[in-house]
């Protein structure tokens, strides 16, 4: 019992590290007791992170903590020492399961230190002790504790594999070299092992040189995030300040109008008034006149009523109701009106402006650009969903899937006017706007005129049958026609045959920044039938153009 006490103490005071008596022991922060050179080379490794965090607790410190040496835990290491425990080792010098076993120990086996490659044989600190004492076993090579020693036997002839076969790529050993590998190239292990370590090293110095470029890499990366988080928060915080400065100015305006109606309503009610009264003192007059008029006529004696009538006051001038022209009640409502059609113009303004905006931010890219994809694996991860807008449909056209599909049909459809609508062309656009990086595909139905496949900007023409209504017959559209068993690919009015295999669909694919637009037959295979590049100004919609008898759906990817 009194032995296990001990044990306990003598545990409690093992470095976590190495395992063995404290040397010079060292505090952390956190409490956490080593050997002084223990946690220096541990933290030494973690120098390049600029981290350093305890073995026991994880807990990281920044800078590097300066470490004291602890007095009281070296004096009662030092005691532990003096009661002659430090020879009884410990329950973790002993071999467990995992570690390599000396064989020299009978019993309880302690851990092996190092193996030796020439006796085949692992030995403990004590049992080792010959071979570094021995001038003949000091010859010996001897390497880190291995499970393995005995895979360096020659199963067959039970002799050390010294010689390796580059023809078999194997170890073998010397009564192999001269039985069944006798015609076979043979050297020894050593030989190989240093043609092997020589390029060792070479891959060694591509990749410690890859390592280095990388590391330039990142580090230009970080920087570009840096640059792009300074840029974007100041980008954040100037337009803030502008827009803060337009709502002043429009909260200003607010009130400057708000003051003029007020001070125009405040004129002209008093004008109002004004008038009013003057009318309402006639009305009082003209009754008193009519009331004196009312005695005079209602006298009986003729003498009296001709004596009395030359004195009668002649009227004065009448401010008859007439004259007072009322003008509609609609002053104010021009006030409205007007306020009205400045909104729509700076409605109109930022529309263009947040074009211009969502333009300006596609052009940001980082340093490193991704590859092109080469597969539609590839492709797919930039699926893009494509609904149509029926605002834009020409009448003759039918949408139906979720506005995904579009049919001609004979007969006009019951769309409503609109200004977005082709009036001429049997075209649609998507309701999408498109930058960065984009793919769709689209299954075309070509029973009559064919289909053209198209992207153009947003503001293409829409009414009228000119050339800058049409896909592809303008600087604003691209479009691949797919009719029959050919295509044809347009831009600016310039017509460009395309070989490649003929498919029902049609894949798009668009990185706005990098100014590329390519199409693809789809099928099994995928085939790039056309590539532009260009840069593009704008962002930019999908849009197809069918002919009598034809259709075109934008399919589902995801």
């Not at 995030?225 to 305006?253: C, G, H, P, Q, Y």
């Not at 021009?334 to 529309?351: E, H, N, P």
């Not at 977005?420 to 498109?434: C, N």
């Amino acid at each position: 019992m009194a032995q296990q006490e001990i044990h306990l103490d003598r545990e409690r005071f093992c470095c976590p590290i190495c395992l063995d008596l404290l040397k010079d022991p060292v505090t952390t922060i956190c409490g956490h007791s080593y050997c002084k050179s223990c946690i220096n080379t541990h933290w030494n490794k973690g120098e390049e992170r600029g981290s350093y965090s305890c073995p026991q607790c994880r807990q990281t410190f920044t800078p590097r903590p300066v470490l004291e040496k602890n007095t009281m835990l070296a004096d009662l290491v030092e005691e532990l020492k003096k009661t002659g425990l430090q020879a009884a080792p410990a329950d973790h010098c002993y071999a467990g399961p995992g570690d390599v076993a000396c064989d020299v120990c009978t019993g309880r086996k302690l851990k092996a230190i190092k193996s030796c490659l020439n006796c085949l044989a692992s030995y403990c600190e004590k049992h080792l002790q010959r071979h570094l004492q021995s001038a003949a076993l000091k010859k010996h090579k001897l390497v880190e504790p291995s499970e393995k020693l005995q895979e360096n036997i020659c199963s067959r002839h039970d002799e050390v594999r010294r010689m390796f076969c580059r023809t078999d790529q194997q170890c073998i050993c010397y009564l192999c070299s001269v039985e069944e590998h006798k015609d076979h190239d043979t050297v020894s292990a050593a030989a190989e092992r240093t043609e092997m370590q020589r390029e060792l090293g070479l891959r060694r110095q591509t990749i410690q040189q890859r390592v280095q470029d990388t590391e330039k890499d990142v580090k230009l990366l970080q920087q570009e995030e840096e640059a792009l988080n300074v840029s974007a928060d100041k980008a954040v915080e100037d337009s803030e300040k502008i827009f803060t400065e337009m709502i002043r100015l429009l909260e200003k305006r607010s009130s400057d109008v708000k003051q003029q109606i007020r001070s125009q309503q405040e004129t002209e009610v008093s004008r109002v008034r004004e008038l009013q009264e003057r009318l309402e003192q006639e009305i009082t007059e003209l009754k008193r006149k009519d009331q004196e008029l009312k005695q005079l006529s209602d006298t009986e004696d003729h003498n009296q009523f001709l004596h009395n009538y030359p004195s009668l006051s002649p009227l004065s001038g009448s401010t008859h109701s007439s004259s007072i022209r009322i003008r509609p009640m609609r002053n104010f409502e021009d006030v409205t009106a007007a306020v009205s059609q400045v909104r729509g113009r700076l409605q109109d303004i930022l529309s263009e402006t947040e074009t211009e905006i969502l333009h300006i931010m596609s052009q940001v890219d980082v340093l490193l650009r991704q590859p092109e994809p080469e597969t539609r694996a590839d492709l797919l991860r930039y699926s893009q969903e494509i609904t149509l807008d029926p605002n834009t449909a020409n009448k003759r056209l039918l949408l139906s899937e979720g506005n995904r599909k579009v049919t001609w049909m004979r007969e006009d459809q019951s769309y409503s006017d609109h200004p977005d609508r082709f009036t001429v062309y049997y075209q649609v656009l998507s309701r999408e706007s498109l930058t960065g990086r984009c793919y769709w595909e689209v299954e075309v139905g070509m029973r009559g005129g064919g289909v053209r496949v198209a992207v153009t900007y947003k503001n293409i023409s829409r009414a009228g049958n000119s050339d800058e209504c049409l896909f592809g017959s303008n600087d604003k559209s691209w479009s691949l026609y797919c009719g029959g068993n050919s295509y044809n690919f347009y831009y600016n009015n310039i017509k460009t045959p395309v070989s490649g295999p003929v498919s029902s669909r049609v894949g798009v694919y668009l990185d706005h920044s990098a100014g590329v637009l390519s199409f693809y037959s789809v099928s099994d295979t995928m085939t790039l039938l056309h590539r532009v590049q260009t840069t593009f100004t704008q962002p930019l919609c999908a849009g197809v153009r069918v002919c009598s008898g034809s259709t075109a759906e934008f399919c589902k990817l995801k």
